[in-house]
Nanobody
Framework: HVQLVESGGGSVHPGGSLKLSCVASGYTSTTNCLGWFRQTPGKEREGVATIGSDGSAYYVDSVKGRFTVSQDSTKKLVYLQMNSLEPGDTGMYYC?????????????????WGQGTQVTVS
């Protein structure tokens, strides 16, 4: 039974920081990618940052220079350090795991999903 459990969301003022964590369990692969996606009401879920098993990281343009994605050596724990938060970063943040190939920032390319953690910047 695969599970992804996010934590670390909350409410902060603009300019503040948060660090999200996601623990994955229930699968043995170490070649998967781990990613963070976010969704706001009325909008589609978008890729925020993803990291491959080789450590290659991808970011949506709006968070480059502010967010950093990282993972531990087991490839089962992924973090998203979010600095200089803006109101536009508000949303439900989801952790995802999968084998997306070149589609690292594509929602449909991921197999497993967490329940999400809310981030509010206001």
């Amino acid at each position: 039974h695969v599970q992804l459990v996010e934590s670390g969301g909350g409410s902060v003022h603009p300019g503040g920081s948060l660090k999200l964590s996601c623990v994955a369990s229930g699968y043995t692969s170490t070649t998967n990618c781990l990613g963070w996606f976010r969704q706001t009401p009325g909008k589609e879920r978008e890729g925020v940052a993803t990291i491959g098993s080789d450590g290659s990281a991808y970011y949506v343009d709006s968070v480059k220079g502010r967010f950093t994605v990282s993972q531990d050596s087991t490839k089962k724990l992924v973090y998203l350090q979010m600095n200089s938060l803006e109101p536009g970063d508000t949303g439900m943040y989801y952790c995802a795991a999968g084998w997306p190939g070149p589609a690292a920032m594509t929602e449909s390319a991921y197999t497993y999903w967490g329940q999400g953690t809310q981030v509010t910047v206001s």
